[in-house]
């Protein structure tokens, strides 16, 4: 499956995509407040490639001019996030390299995954969060049309060995069919 905005192409993880992971991974401003270590090594990358961005609706972002894989978006699906036990509600994650940040990108991305989402997969709610002190990821997520509904104190955060402060997003089929108009 591969899905195409206006400036980038959303495709499935390859193992040759290891080393472009690695070059944004490895960043200390990128994981750790998404709540995951910045990567050690290449082989630590192609790891995550082939046990974490293996879901069925996991993407590598990419620009169109090179598709050189530039962040990660994904719809974790039933039985692979913990804010819904739906099948027609989904969790949305991302993330993308500190080079491209505030450019867009990755409100471009989502939207393209909302429809994908609504149409195609039949969602009716998607879900969205972020930790306290991520102005960005909260601020793409407004951008993409996603509305607050609560914040919970103590949240374990198992990669990063600590607990913190969630909030959580969320927009439904209705209120983005709406922004469609």
């Known amino acids: 499956m591969i899905l195409e905005t206006e400036r980038m192409i959303l495709r499935r993880w390859e193992e040759s995509d290891a080393e472009d992971l690695y070059k944004y991974a490895c960043d200390p401003d990128v994981g750790p407040i998404a709540g995951w270590p910045p990567h050690q090594s290449t082989e630590e990358s192609l790891d995550v490639i082939r046990n974490v961005f293996c879901g069925a609706e996991a993407y590598a972002v990419c620009l169109k001019t090179d598709r050189r894989a530039i962040g990660a978006i994904e719809l974790k699906l039933n039985g692979h996030t913990d804010m819904t036990e739906r099948d027609d509600e989904c969790e949305m994650g991302f993330w993308i390299g500190k080079p491209f940040w505030g450019q867009g990108l990755i409100p471009e991305a989502a939207k393209e995954l909302l429809r994908h989402a609504f149409e195609e997969l039949g969602m009716n709610r998607v879900w969205c969060g972020y930790y306290d002190g991520n102005a ?21 955060v198992p990669l990063m060995h600590e607990k913190r402060t969630g909030h959580v997003n969320c927009i439904t089929k209705e209120e983005w069919e709406e922004k469609q108009k």
């Open 136 to 156: 960005k990821s909260r601020r793409a997520q407004e951008k993409i049309g996603f509305r607050y509904q609560w914040t919970t104190e103590g949240v374990d």
